[in-house]
Structures are given as C-alpha cells and as structure tokens.
C-alpha cells in the first residue's frame, strides 16, 4: 500500500540533499569541532558556515545565532532566558492562548516562579487581538512571546504589528517561528523581532536540530549549563551532522521558496476544494488568507478526530488531529477550543 504522507506540520522528510551534506559528518569527519587539530577545525568550520546560512536566510548577524536541539529549546531557552535575566525589570509575560506546548508550558512554570503571564485570546481565524494586546501591556512587562504561525490551523499572525507594539512599548519580542521558516521569508530586523525559534524538520531537515536567533544586547540566561559552546549560552558537543543538514536544508527552502510555495498551495487548494464538493457538515478552519501554504485544517462534524484518522491510517494516509506533541489525549485542541469561543 502506498504511504500518503499529509502530516508535514508534525515533521517533514529529510531531503536527499540534506543527508548527502550531512554524511561525511557522521563517518570520516568525526572529530570534536572544539579540537584544535584538522579533523576539529573542519567541524569548527561547517558549524560556522550554517551560522552563515542561517543569518542569512533571516537577515541578522552571524553571532546573533544559537544552534539548539529543536524548537522546543530554542522556545524554553529565548522565554525563560529572557524572563529571568529582565526579572528585576519586571515579571509580566504576554502571550497567546494558541501557542504551541513548548511556549505554553513554559509560561505555566513561570507563573510557578512568581512571573505573571497573559493569554491574549484571538479571533475566529485564530489571529491574536491587537488592540487587546495594547491595552493588556503594563509597566512591568518585559516579554510578548506569539507565534508567527500556528502549527494547527495554519494561521499566521500580525508579526510586524506586534512588533511595532513590541519596540514602542520597550518590550522584548520572541516568536516561536518554527512552523514558518521554510514556508515564510523573514527579515528579523524589518520585523522588529528580538528573539526567535526555528527547528529544522519542519523544512526538510533532520529532527533535533534547531536554532536560535537573538538580537544583539538582549541579555538571556544560559539554558543547558556545562562547557563554552555556543558563545557560552548552550553547553555541549555540538551535533556537527544536524548542524549541516540545518544549514543545507534553509538554504535549499529559501531558494525554492516561491515554486515551492506555489505548488504546494495549489495541491491543497485542491484538496480542500473537493472535500468541500464531497463532504457535508464540514468546517474549514484557520484564516483564508493569511495562512500558510501546505497548511489545512478543517472539522468533520458526527465522528471523532481519533476515529477518523486511525481509519485514515488504515488506508495509508498520515494526518494529524492537532499538535503531535498532544496526541494521545482526547481532549479537544486548545487552538479549536480558542478559535470556537468567539463564535
Ligand atoms: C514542531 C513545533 C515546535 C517544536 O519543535 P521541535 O523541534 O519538535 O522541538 C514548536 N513550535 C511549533 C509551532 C512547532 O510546530
């Protein structure tokens, strides 16, 4: 049977490409890129070059790039990183009801530490509401943590509005961009972005992978304590081979971009098109315009999410009901629920 593969907001497949880049990586040049003779300083030398990639593909310096093990840290590590190093200046965090978990959770545990968070809501769309978010700034905070596009319904936010909020109030921005790098062009300092996350198999790249990019002269605490790697902010050998299938794989995205793009929208476009034409009692979910392109969402009214997807499987097809980090609960998607309450 043939595998249909409809699941890429969860994970994509390594491209070819990435692995032949990565391969070398993994046999004949395996020395510790902190060593100081050839086979470390040609490791040294692949690091440096993704930082290039990287910087590139999202307009900032190289030594504003962090390599971390995925979007979940890179998310951990900007949130309370940056709490934790302005606590003196404030404790309140804003952010939204339609995070992914490695955002949410983290900000239930800092309300744990004493932080005090804000869920903005959002609109049927699931797009964040501005004029909330303006009245809900205060003196004491010092972080707007909101998601440049959703990883479930496909929305993208009003990223250059918040962070225009963001810079007037003197409020440091982060995005948990990892469902849109590869899918979005991003200019961090035309956006006004100080901090941001991204992980490389959600374009084509290895899994544990990921980097983060914060803004020169935002102070932020080092998350994984040990040796000086990363300019001191993440300790640990770093992972040479996923570094390089990082940086092959963003240059490959951006330079496909818009055929990629276009292909992609046009097949679920499609889709969409004809579950429309033959399914009754259906909602499409997410905003029409501002969404990304390989991204569909869409509510099947009288079965249940778990049911329709292991018949889904039976019939080769790989789809999700929500975030993969959530599956296995029965409860509704916290991105639905939040999207439903304002209908
Ligand atoms: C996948 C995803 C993450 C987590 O990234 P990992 O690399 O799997 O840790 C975080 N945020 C969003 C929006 C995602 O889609």
């Known amino acids: 049977m043939k595998t249909i593969y409809l699941d890429n907001s969860a994970t994509t497949k390594t491209d070819e490409e990435v692995v ?77 009801k339609i995070e992914h978990p490695a955002v949410l959770e983290t900000c239930k545990q800092l309300e744990k530490e004493g932080f005090e968070v804000t869920y903005l809501g959002v609109d049927k769309n699931g797009i964040v509401d501005l004029a909330e978010l303006k009245k809900v700034i205060k003196p004491t905070t010092t972080l707007i943590t909101i998601m440049f596009a959703n990883n479930e319904i496909g929305t993208i936010e009003p990223i250059k509005e918040i962070g225009e909020i963001a810079k007037k109030n003197n409020i440091f921005f ?8 590869g899918s979005v062009k991003i200019d961090v300092k035309a956006l006004n972005i100080d901090a941001l996350s991204l992980s490389a198999h959600k374009f084509y790249g290895p899994k544990g992978i990921g980097a983060l990019y914060v803004r020169k002269g935002v102070r932020f605490d080092k998350f994984i304590q040990g040796g000086h ?22 240059e490959m995205a951006y330079e496909s971009l818009e055929n990629h793009n276009q292909k992609i929208a046009k097949l679920r476009d499609y889709y969409v098109e004809q579950v429309e034409k033959k399914i009754p009692y259906i909602r499409i979910n997410g905003d029409r315009e501002n969404r990304l392109p390989g991204n569909s969402n869409i509510s099947f009214r009288f079965i249940e999410g778990e ?28 991105v639905l629920l939040a999207i439903r309450s304002t209908t």
């Open 20 to 96: 032949k880049a990565m391969l070398p990586y993994l046999s004949q040049s395996y020395g510790n890129p902190s060593s100081i003779y050839k086979l470390g300083r040609e490791n040294r030398k692949a690091i440096e070059e993704t930082r290039n990639q990287v910087a590139k593909a999202l307009n900032c310096e190289t030594n504003e790039i962090y390599f971390t093990a995925g979007g979940s840290e890179s998310d951990n590590t900007a949130i309370r990183g940056i709490a934790h190093s302005y606590q003196s200046k404030g404790n309140h965090i804003i952010t939204s």
């Open 174 to 181: 982060h995005t948990d961009a990892v469902q849109a790098v």
């Open 229 to 250: 790697q990363e300019r001191n902010k993440r300790a640990g050998t770093e992972n040479v081979p996923g570094i390089v299938g990082l940086g092959k794989a963003i």
């Open 307 to 334: 049911g329709l997807l292991l018949n889904l499987d039976l019939k080769g097809i790989c789809a999700s009901s929500g975030s993969a980090c959530t599956s296995g609960s029965l409860d509704p998607s916290h």
